[in-house]
C-alpha cells in the first residue's frame, strides 16, 4: 500500500556531506495527504533515534546533535523527503530510515547506511 524509496547513503570522510532522499508513492495518497516524514538513524549497538521531521505546514523538528548541521524538506506534490547533511562526523555513522504518518499509520523505509569516516 504504502512504499519508501530511500537513497543517498554511503562513505564519506568526517566534514563532507551527503545527501539523503526517500520517494513515498502508493495509492493511498490519492485519499490521504502525509501528515509528517522525517529521518531517523541506528547506530550500532544504539536505540534508533529521531534526526529530523517536517509536519506538512512545513515545521521542522530536529535533534540537539544535528541543529546547525543537517537540513529536512520535503516536496508535497512528489512525496518526497530530503535530508541535507553537512559538516558530518564519525559519529553520525548509522543506518538511516525514512518514515512517513499518513492516514493516522507510520510506515518506514528498508534504511540506508551512512558511514563517517577517513
Known amino acids: 500500500q504504502v512504499q519508501l524509496v530511500e537513497s543517498g547513503g554511503g562513505l564519506v570522510q568526517p566534514g563532507g556531506s551527503l545527501r539523503l532522499s526517500c520517494a513515498a508513492s502508493?495509492?493511498?495518497?490519492?485519499?490521504?495527504?502525509?501528515?509528517?516524514m522525517g529521518w531517523y538513524r541506528q547506530a550500532p549497538g544504539k536505540q534508533r533515534e529521531l534526526v529530523a521531521t517536517i509536519n506538512s505546514g512545513g515545521t521542522t523538528n530536529y535533534a540537539d546533535s544535528v541543529k546547525g548541521r543537517f537540513t529536512i524538506s520535503r516536496d508535497g506534490a512528489k512525496n518526497t523527503v530530503v535530508l541535507q547533511m553537512n559538516s558530518l562526523k564519525p559519529e553520525d555513522t548509522a543506518v538511516y530510515y525514512c518514515k512517513i504518518i499518513v492516514a493516522g499509520m507510520n510506515y518506514w523505509g528498508k534504511g540506508t547506511l551512512v558511514t563517517v569516516s577517513l
Open positions: 502508493g495509492s493511498i495518497f490519492s485519499r490521504f495527504n502525509i501528515l509528517e
